[in-house]
């Protein structure tokens, strides 16, 4: 062997990769998400062994029901704002000034909905003070989102990236403080989660107010522009989001909270892994849109997706393979059960991540319908078998339904990006 071309290979290699400015913000996303995923497992064993099963499944209860809401009013004008932004960075002014437009329509919106629910007693299975803290945390997570959409499309990774480590850091030091202190409960849990967002939300509404030299502006015209494209991703995105969650909201309706607590542990986990991909598709979009040609970007997107199917390939067999000991030496024998729903999840997760980075491509090209179509499909099929599987096979069938229920969505996309290809080729 000729160990000086594969050292002048390799060196080529890294140089490469080191002049790549996608490469290179990948990365950066990669490894600051891999830093959130410590914290946020840590959090989690800390809370799972604090609050039991039982809090856990409150906990990812009332967050369930919280980015359902988030998902309901925010009308994917989070990707439209991306989009939109990436195409025409002089848009930002504009786009920005109606985002802030929407927070006081939703503050208020969320204002009513207390006082509805107070009047006429209406209960939600949680405290009134967890719902209290639902309804001021969805205004400011759902124009979280739309922020953080405006600085990918501005390429602002390392501010995109700032923003979810101050999330990150400070729902960890707060948990963290009142678990040292031995008063952590379900609701200091989610109280930290709100403090957290709030601060993200400031720094986000400063950053960009600085890169409009605060001259943000209503606009009317715009906004009509971007709603057609920010409703098919508004219907695309809450299929999806409703079939990764129905599961947890299932579970807890057939199985109690213990039980709900025990698969959100193994959910919660198994999306941890997608980290790798989201990262990916984060920036992808941008990427794709600034190709010069329908030809590039597929030659691009297909690059892509080899790349991230044997990286993923290999993450999810090796978690498979230690995941079981691990959940039990970090979480405790009583959530032994959460160890063979996170190896029934895998398939399900691989499946997903290539999801993202198909839809990334659909996204620009603005082939929204068939997300649409897929994403409705596999959420209506993950329903029928949650109903039939949990029933008879407890946590266990909600992950068999998931995984299966996502092969469905990344297989009919799949299938018509294929189509897109061979029409490019012709």
Same mark, same amino acid.
């Given at each position: 062997?000729?160990? &000086?071309?594969?050292?002048?290979?390799?060196? !080529?290699? =890294?140089?490469?990769?080191?002049?790549?400015?996608?490469? $290179?913000?990948?990365? &950066?996303?990669?490894?600051?998400?891999?830093?959130?995923?410590?914290?946020?497992?840590?959090?989690?064993?800390?809370? !799972?062994?604090?609050?039991?099963?039982?809090?856990?499944?409150?906990?990812?209860?009332?967050?369930?029901?919280?980015?359902?809401?988030?998902?309901?009013?925010?009308?994917?004008?989070?990707?439209?704002? &991306?989009?939109?932004?990436?195409?025409?960075?002089?848009?930002?002014?504009?786009?920005?000034?109606?985002?802030?437009?929407?927070? @006081?329509?939703? %503050? !208020?919106?969320?204002?009513?909905?207390?006082?509805?629910?107070? /009047?006429?007693?209406?209960?939600?299975?949680?405290? @009134?003070?967890?719902?209290?803290?639902?309804?001021?945390?969805?205004?400011?997570?759902?124009?979280?989102?739309?922020?953080? @959409?405006?600085?990918?499309?501005?390429?602002?990774?390392?501010?995109?990236?700032?923003? $979810?480590?101050?999330?990150?850091?400070?729902?960890?030091?707060?948990?963290?403080?009142?678990?040292?202190?031995?008063?952590?409960?379900?609701?200091?849990?989610?109280?930290?989660?709100?403090?957290?967002?709030?601060?993200?939300?400031?720094?986000?509404?400063?950053?960009?107010?600085?890169?409009?030299?605060?001259?943000?502006?209503?606009?009317? @015209?715009?906004?009509?522009?971007?709603?057609?494209?920010?409703?098919?991703?508004?219907?695309?995105?809450? *299929?999806?989001?409703?079939?990764?969650?129905?599961?947890?909201?299932?579970?807890?309706?057939? %199985?109690?909270?213990?039980?709900?607590?025990?698969?959100?542990?193994?959910?919660?986990?198994?999306?941890?892994?997608?980290?790798?991909?989201?990262?990916?598709?984060?920036?992808?979009?941008?990427?794709?849109?600034?190709?010069?040609?329908?030809? /590039?970007? =597929? $030659?691009?997107?297909?690059?892509?997706?080899?790349?991230?199917?044997?990286?993923?390939?290999?993450?999810?067999?090796?978690?498979?393979? =230690?995941?079981?000991?691990?959940?039990?030496?970090?979480?405790? %024998?009583?959530?032994?059960?959460?160890?063979?729903?996170?190896?029934?999840?895998?398939?399900?997760?691989?499946?997903?991540?290539?999801?993202?980075?198909?839809?990334?491509?659909? !996204?620009?090209?603005?082939?929204?319908?068939?997300?649409?179509?897929?994403?409705?499909?596999? =959420?209506?099929?993950?329903?029928?078998?949650?109903?039939?599987?949990?029933?008879?096979?407890?946590?266990?069938?909600?992950?068999?339904?998931?995984?299966?229920?996502?092969?469905?969505?990344?297989?009919?996309?799949?299938?018509?990006? *294929?189509?897109?290809?061979?029409?490019?080729?012709?």
């Amino acid at each position: 062997m000729n160990f &000086r071309k594969v050292k002048d290979g390799t060196g !080529a290699a =890294f140089d490469k990769i080191r002049k790549n400015d996608f490469i $290179k913000n990948v990365l &950066r996303v990669l490894i600051n998400g891999g830093y959130l995923y410590v914290l946020t497992f840590i959090n989690s064993v800390l809370i !799972a062994r604090t609050i039991g099963p039982k809090g856990q499944g409150i906990v990812s209860y009332a967050n369930t029901l919280g980015g359902m809401a988030v998902h309901l009013i925010g009308g994917g004008l989070d990707l439209a704002d &991306r989009y939109y932004v990436a195409r025409n960075k002089n848009d930002l002014p504009g786009i920005l000034g109606n985002t802030m437009a929407l927070f @006081g329509l939703y %503050m !208020a919106a969320g204002g009513l909905f207390f006082l509805v629910t107070f /009047a006429f007693n209406v209960t939600f299975d949680i405290s @009134g003070f967890l719902l209290i803290l639902l309804i001021a945390r969805v205004p400011l997570e759902t124009i979280g989102l739309q922020m953080q @959409g405006m600085l990918l499309g501005l390429t602002e990774v390392s501010l995109y990236n700032r923003s $979810k480590r101050i999330t990150g850091f400070l729902y960890s030091m707060f948990v963290f403080i009142f678990w040292i202190s031995g008063v952590i409960s379900s609701v200091l849990v989610l109280l930290s989660a709100f403090i957290a967002y709030l601060a993200s939300f400031g720094m986000m509404l400063f950053a960009l107010c600085k890169r409009c030299a605060i001259r943000m502006n209503l606009n009317a @015209g715009l906004f009509r522009s971007m709603l057609p494209y920010g409703f098919k991703s508004y219907i695309g995105v809450l *299929f999806n989001y409703f079939l990764l969650r129905s599961d947890v909201l299932m579970v807890d309706y057939f %199985m109690g909270k213990y039980q709900t607590g025990l698969y959100s542990t193994a959910s919660s986990l198994a999306n941890i892994l997608l980290t790798l991909t989201s990262s990916v598709a984060l920036l992808l979009t941008t990427r794709l849109i600034e190709l010069p040609s329908e030809e /590039a970007r =597929f $030659k691009f997107e297909n690059r892509i997706i080899c790349t991230v199917s044997v990286l993923m390939a290999f993450v999810v067999l090796a978690v498979t393979v =230690f995941s079981g000991w691990a959940i039990q030496v970090f979480y405790g %024998m009583q959530y032994k059960d959460s160890a063979f729903v996170f190896r029934v999840l895998m398939p399900g997760i691989f499946c997903w991540g290539l999801n993202s980075i198909i839809s990334s491509y659909l !996204a620009v090209v603005n082939q929204l319908n068939i997300t649409i179509v897929a994403s409705a499909a596999a =959420f209506f099929f993950n329903l029928v078998l949650n109903y039939y599987l949990i029933r008879r096979f407890g946590i266990v069938g909600a992950g068999i339904a998931s995984s299966l229920a996502y092969l469905t969505d990344v297989a009919i996309r799949g299938i018509y990006y *294929f189509k897109l290809y061979k029409g490019c080729k012709k």
